[in-house]
């Protein structure tokens, strides 16, 4: 079935947008000003579970910091995939006056017209556009801009990823003889992609039994990095690859070294059975229940939230793992591209909609995005919301959290990380045909680089097809 064009794809989106926006607009309330008393500021938020009472209280904090506001705030999901509520309220006229946006979609609803350029709101409140951006974190700020303006601040940095290995396990290994005495030094992490293969090699068990061989304990799995994209991203910049160049709008999922990345996950697939390894991973399906806090999966890479889960997880009993003596956690290995080269910086950023046209509202939603991203009470609390850091350099919160030598290592990445997922109005697209790139080059379905050659034409296409509603430029 042939793709649809641009056009029709916005007039479908429109004329879904006007049926589902008139019955928003039939239940909206007809009064949000609090009886005149208080201006009402608006959020859509992604944050549920138990994180929404930590976002609440936050949101308790700001009203009675500034008493001239309140806050109305809703539980709105949204990912890369499924938007479609905040597209209709935009067309609908019935949009919030703050949205979080994840970072990989700012580029994207910039380019729909979703969001409202900052810049010179930012200036009426006598706001240095220019210094601000010295503020952050360079790929937090740059995820934020789209065609030279900044059209979201970046609320919560999220440093990807730290190398993590469990020594009490592999010391359990070593003593029953598993792993040959003096093989390697669990105090000593791989410091090199070259090592990380040997420790691969000596830390895997396979099991003899009477179907055959069985895959008791692996090491590190390539492919496991919070998902098949973010896997690429890691290790395709590892070995110094680049896949986007935002001066010419080239899709480069093709850059030989990325190829050459994958191809190293394809070996390792290979080397250690993907099936038994999907088989086994599939046996663990809680965040109690990691692979790494039980002994199955050695080395691993970790998010900020997995160090938090070993500290909820995985510190009573014999199953406990003191940072140090049992389990630590270092930089990942370093690649052909140099040191910290696979480091990145994701995070959810907070933008306006464009058609918030009150200049009132317009001014209250900016004083509460930069309370909370540029602010020390709002980084603060922001930070304890979703266990991520603050993208502002001087929020409070890094001297309290660098005493944590784990949360130090998380910081490093901050500090020195010069990559963002690809800042390009066709992010979505671009991560599902990479994340379907790896899948049929580790399933041996295609390789690498012809999986990876699909992903970068199929991008480009949709990429060319996107930009040419307005000029072609990138």
């Known amino acids: 079935m042939p793709r649809q064009s641009a056009t029709a794809r ?6 879904v947008g006007v049926a589902v926006a008139t019955v928003l607009l039939l239940v909206r309330p007809p009064d949000l000003s609090l009886q005149g008393r208080r201006l009402v500021v608006t959020i859509w938020h992604p944050w549920g579970g138990a994180t929404l009472e930590t976002f609440q209280n936050s949101v308790n904090v700001f009203e009675k910091s500034h008493p001239d506001l309140a806050c109305k705030t809703l539980y709105v999901p949204n990912d890369l995939s499924a938007s479609q509520k905040f597209f209709t309220s935009v067309i609908g006229d019935c949009a919030p006056d703050v949205i979080f946006v994840d970072g990989p979609q700012v580029a994207e609803w910039a380019h729909r017209g979703l969001l409202l350029p900052l810049d010179d709101l930012l200036a009426a409140e006598g706001v240095d556009v220019a210094g601000l951006k010295n503020d952050f974190f360079a790929p937090c700020w740059e995820q934020g801009l789209y065609r030279g303006k900044v059209y979201a601040i970046t609320y919560s940095a999220d440093p990807n990823f730290c190398f993590v290995w469990n020594k009490k396990m592999i010391r359990q290994a070593i003593e029953r003889g598993e792993i040959p ?5 669990v105090d000593k992490p791989p410091a090199t992609l070259a090592q990380l293969d040997r ?3 000596l830390v895997t068990r396979r099991v003899k039994t009477a179907t055959g061989d069985r895959l ?8 496991g990095v919070y998902g098949n994209a973010n896997s690429i991203f890691t290790w395709g910049w590892a070995f110094g690859g680049q896949f986007y160049d935002p001066a010419t709008g080239k899709v480069t999922a093709d850059d030989p070294r990325i190829v050459e990345a994958l191809e190293w996950m394809v070996r390792h697939a290979r080397e250690y059975d ?7 991973a599939s046996t663990f399906q809680s965040e109690a229940r990691n692979p790494f806090f039980l002994g199955q999966q050695m080395l691993n890479l970790a998010h900020m939230s997995m160090i938090a889960d070993i500290d909820r997880f995985a510190s009573e009993g014999e199953g406990k793992l003191e940072y140090g003596r049992d389990y630590g956690v270092c930089p990942i290995p370093q690649g052909p591209g140099g040191l910290n080269a696979a480091a990145w910086v994701g995070g959810w950023t907070m933008a306006i909609p464009a058609t918030i046209t009150d200049p009132a509202r317009r001014r209250a939603a900016l004083r509460y995005i930069l309370w909370n991203c540029r602010q020390p009470e709002g980084t603060t609390l922001a930070a304890r919301t979703n266990r991520c850091f603050p993208a502002w350099k001087d929020a409070p919160f890094f001297p309290e959290a660098a005493k944590d030598p784990r ?24 991560m599902d045909q990479l994340g379907r790139a790896v899948d049929k080059a580790i399933r041996g379905e295609l390789t690498p680089a012809q999986a990876l050659g699909r992903a970068s034409r199929a991008t480009q296409e949709r990429l060319d097809e996107v930009l040419a509603e307005q000029g072609g430029q990138p």
């Not at 916005?10 to 004329?15: D, N, P, Y």
């Not at 005495?181 to 030094?185: E, F, I, N, R, V």
């Not at 993907?274 to 086994?280: A, D, G, T």
């Open 181 to 185: 005495a003096g093989a390697l030094d």
């Open 199 to 201: 420790w691969n090699a």
């Open 216 to 223: 008791e304990r692996i090491g590190l799995v390539p492919w």
């Open 10 to 15: 916005i007039i479908s989106l429109s004329l």
């Open 274 to 280: 993907y099936e038994r390894i999907s088989n086994l």
């Open 407 to 430: 949360l130090a290592q998380f910081i490093d990445i901050l500090r020195s990380s010069r990559h963002q997922r690809p800042v390009m109005p066709a992010q979505a697209f671009y």
